[in-house]
């Protein structure tokens, strides 16, 4: 299959679209996606340096003669990080990790003159190999000199998707803080009720199961991320906000016994959903049945 040939290729090692490039510099390079990247750049033969938060009295030193900085420090520190890249070399190309783009670009505009591209990898480091994950990018400046690097993001296995850096923190808005957010809720009023998860598993049909997963492999992730995620833009609060207002519309209905205007609401929906209602229910039934074999493995 596609996902084998990636992970043998993952072993042996992936084509170098750039030889000559001097080395990568991975700025938070010790943290979970600067690791991975690490990696897949070492198994690519580049030349791959860690600039660690104990490293910068040797910055100067691990940057002099850098082809590429790629930045994945967490989203907080990411502008101040940034900013104190101001002594690149000319043509070297400064890129990011972070799951936020506008701010992160901009930073990365300012403080250097040379080729500069953000990326947004659409995945986590507990992924086993690069194919069919997407992989964001904005356009900085001087696109010429990297598209090497996006041709290499693809030989990894990554699907590429170009857009700007507004429209790509708008769709997060939804794609990211809405839904960490109401994963988050529903941990949390599952932890206040206490029921008894092993009891709720066996009850469980795979879609509820899955469902519980999805739910739950957030709290097995780093918490600062996704309060920084969740909490990195007043849009997404705004958003969170309109999604409260319509929870609590929809539970006037509840309290009035309106059915008649849930089943208007709800055909509103489908509406809404138009061929893709369909196409959902027949792609999810397609899932619950891998989903279902894998878990009677
Ligand atoms: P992480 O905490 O595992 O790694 C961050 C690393 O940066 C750590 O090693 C930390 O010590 C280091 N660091 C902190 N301050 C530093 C400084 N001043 N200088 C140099 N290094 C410093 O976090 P992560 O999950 O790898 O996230 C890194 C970036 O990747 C973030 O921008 C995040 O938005 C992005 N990202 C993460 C995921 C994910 O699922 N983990 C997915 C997509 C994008």
Same mark, same amino acid.
């Given at each position: ?11 042996? %090692? ?5 030889? *000559? ?8 390079? +010790? ?15 580049? &030349? ?10 040797? #910055? *100067? ?5 850098? %082809? ?5 420090? =967490? /989203? ?5 990080? /940034?900013?104190?890249? %101001?002594?690149?070399? &000319? ?15 901009? #930073?990365?505009? &300012? ?6 591209? %953000? ?6 480091? *507990? ?15 001087? =696109? ?47 932890? @206040? ?12 049909? =795979?879609? +509820? ?12 992730? *780093? ?5 920084? /995620? /969740?909490?990195?833009? =007043? ?13 609590? &519309? #929809? ?18 929906? @489908? ?5 893709? #209602?369909?196409?959902?229910?027949? @792609? ?14």
């Amino acid at each position: 299959t596609m996902r084998e040939s990636y992970a043998s290729e993952n072993d042996s %090692g992936f084509k170098c679209l750039k030889p *000559d490039l001097r080395p990568v510099v991975v700025v938070g390079g +010790y943290g979970q996606l600067g690791g991975l990247f690490c990696r897949l750049f070492e198994l690519s033969g580049y &030349e791959v340096r860690k600039l660690g938060s104990q490293d910068w009295d040797r #910055a *100067d030193e691990l940057l002099a003669d850098a %082809g590429m900085v790629v930045v994945s420090v =967490p /989203i907080n520190l990411t502008e101040a990080v /940034i900013a104190k890249l %101001g002594n690149l070399p &000319e043509d070297c190309i400064l890129a990011d990790l972070t799951s936020v783009k506008s701010g992160p670009l901009q #930073a990365m505009l &300012e403080v250097h003159n040379g080729p500069v591209v %953000g990326l947004h990898p659409m995945f986590g480091p *507990d992924i086993a190999s690069l194919a069919k994950q997407v992989i964001a990018y904005c356009d900085g400046r001087n =696109p010429e000199s990297y598209q090497w690097l996006l041709e290499q993001l693809q030989i990894w296995g990554a699907s590429l998707n170009r857009i700007s850096a507004i429209e790509h923190d708008q769709g997060m808005t939804l794609i990211q803080a809405l839904r960490h957010f109401t994963s988050f809720v529903y941990g949390l009023h599952l932890a @206040e009720e206490d029921p008894k998860l092993e009891q709720l598993l066996s009850l469980s049909s =795979p879609i +509820y199961r899955l469902e519980l997963a999805m739910v739950g492999r957030l709290f097995a992730q *780093d918490a600062q991320l996704y309060a920084d /995620i /969740i909490m990195s833009s =007043p849009q997404n609060l705004a958003m969170i906000k309109r999604f409260h207002q319509r929870f609590g &519309e #929809a539970i006037e209905m509840l309290d009035s016994q309106d059915k008649q205007t849930f089943k208007q609401a709800f055909g509103q929906v @489908e509406h809404w959903f138009g061929d893709y #209602a369909q196409h959902f229910l027949i @792609e999810s039934q397609g899932l619950l049945r891998q989903a279902n074999d894998s878990t009677h493995r």
